[in-house]
């Protein structure tokens, strides 16, 4: 979400979705006259007019979230449990949404209680949205309009903002895979600008700062031909996310993103049989690999590029398998610490390569016991604030684990709508597909608290190895089948 602009959303939007639940809740218990129904009608006529002022106001569920004008509504905690009940009215009736005209706000008290409880009466219904569409026109009422629910998530002619975006980074994703693919090809015959590769560094920018969550489920990218491609993007993806939290400026994020990029350029020059190697590597071998962080460098060097921004991405790279005491590789003389994009891409890279299946060992790592192994290690290898704050950005849970929960069901984590509480976060369940695999099931917000009376509040109890269920998580983010 952009911090430039306050939107409608972040002014009003809890408001309108509360003066909604209590509305429709009034209306329910009391006849038409009473006096608490005149309130709430006035109350919700009051913010109805508020965000119709400039134009039309659309409500409207997906992935789990409420979006008013395309922008995810923001979250707050004691505005939960309200926000889930009218999710679940929505879900109940098959309402993608809520579009309200300009006209809405001329609409009198009268009608918006006939819509109210034309709203609450559809529930009875075989087909709630065809059936209060027919209603609204009986009744002319015509500044609302329902918004079918999507089965697919695909509201393609009410795609917004945040919905383009999504967009937006999908295409940057695989843009930046085959700009890093362009860029090792034209490096080694001496002819690669970068031109590219800062604008798309611009772009990535953008989108971690308007949506981290989306971003760090686009990292969970794994299918690949060729992995040190997919590796790159995501550790840049990482790199700058993690970048963003510390409050990194935009043009240090821009230069972080392409080291991310860029970082594993030099392995263009290892061998593939070393790449790809089973078992484990000969010294000779090992040696080999090692010299890629150099070879990265000077490749790097070689790019067409002006001095300034060469001079900027060129020690990340270099020191990305250096420990804080200097320690790792390459066995450099001339430095005794390492650089602050340094730090982070360590980080980021080793994150990145413990979570991807490779050939030399079974499994992967789920995403957290790569954090937690990675904490184990600690101050050896990472700089230990950078690494909490890493940590804390990620969640015990990161986004795009896999998990179980303690009522047996499988999810998938999508979102931490609370970005300073990672505890709670909104997740996709897995369901059975009648083929043996796991589809897209519900949307549900993992809460702290119980929600109704006498149940038991819904956990992740452990994370879980993707394949072993199998399933490829990158299909739910990319929305595959
Ligand atoms: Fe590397
Ligand atoms: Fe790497």
């Not at 819509?115 to 009744?139: C, H, M, N, S, T």
């Not at 090992?286 to 991405?313: C, E, F, Y």
Request: some cysteine; proline content about 3%; glycine content about 8%.
């Amino acid at each position: 979400m952009s911090n430039e602009h306050t939107t409608h959303a972040e002014l009003y939007g809890i408001e309108f979705v509360k003066a909604l639940y209590h509305l429709i809740h009034t209306a329910r218990i009391h006849k038409d006259n009473n006096q608490l129904i005149r309130d709430s009608l006035s109350k919700f006529k009051g913010i109805l007019e508020e965000m119709t002022r400039e134009e039309d106001l659309k409500l409207q569920l997906w992935r789990g979230r409420f979006h008013i004008g395309g922008e995810k509504l923001p979250y707050k905690r004691d505005a939960f449990t309200v926000i889930n009940e009218v999710m679940k009215y929505f879900s109940r009736r098959g309402f993608g949404g809520l579009h309200f005209f300009v006209t809405s706000r001329k609409a009198s008290p009268a009608d918006l209680l006939t819509f109210i409880r034309l709203l609450d009466g559809a529930v009875k219904q075989d087909d709630p949205p065809e059936w209060l569409e027919q209603k609204l026109g009986g009744y002319a009422l015509p500044w609302v309009r329902i918004l079918r629910k999507q089965i697919d998530d695909q509201q393609d002619a009410e795609k917004d903002l945040s919905m383009r975006q999504y967009e937006r980074a999908k295409t940057a994703y695989f843009h930046a895979l085959d700009t890093v693919k362009e860029v090792a090809d034209k490096a080694s015959q001496g002819i690669a600008g970068i031109r590219k590769t800062r604008r798309l560094a611009q772009t990535i920018v953008d989108l971690v700062q308007e949506d981290t969550s989306l971003i760090l489920g686009l990292a969970t990218i794994k299918h690949y031909d060729d992995y040190t491609y997919t590796h790159s993007v995501n550790v840049s993806l990482l790199a700058t996310c993690l970048g963003r939290n510390i409050g990194l400026s935009k043009v240090s994020l821009e230069h972080l993103s392409v080291c991310g990029l860029f970082h594993d350029l030099g392995k263009v020059g290892v061998s593939k049989d070393v790449l790809l190697k089973k078992g484990e590597l000969s010294a000779e071998e090992w040696k080999n690999m090692q010299r890629h962080p150099l070879l990265g460098v000077r490749k790097i060097l070689r790019l067409n590029a002006d001095k300034v921004l060469r001079s900027k991405i060129i020690l990340g790279p270099f020191e990305h398998h250096l420990n804080p005491d200097m320690t790792g590789y390459p066995k450099t003389h001339f430095m005794k610490k390492l650089s602050l994009l340094g730090k982070i891409l360590r980080i980021a890279d080793v994150y990145e390569a413990l979570t991807a299946e490779r050939a030399y060992r079974p499994r992967a790592f789920t995403p957290d016991e790569a954090l937690r192994k990675m904490w184990s290690e600690g101050g050896k290898c990472f700089d230990p604030i950078l690494l909490k704050s890493f940590i804390h950005m990620m969640g015990i849970y990161p986004v795009g684990s896999v998990v179980e929960l303690n009522d047996g069901h499988m999810a998938l984590v999508m979102d931490y709508p609370d970005e300073s509480q990672k505890a709670v976060p909104l997740v996709m369940l897995l369901v059975d597909d009648g083929e043996g695999g796991l589809a897209r099931g519900e949307m549900v917000h993992l809460s702290d608290q119980v929600m109704e009376e006498g149940s038991t509040r819904l956990t992740i109890i452990r994370g879980v190895q993707p394949s072993r269920v199998g399933v490829q998580v990158a299909q739910f983010f990319l929305q595959e089948k």
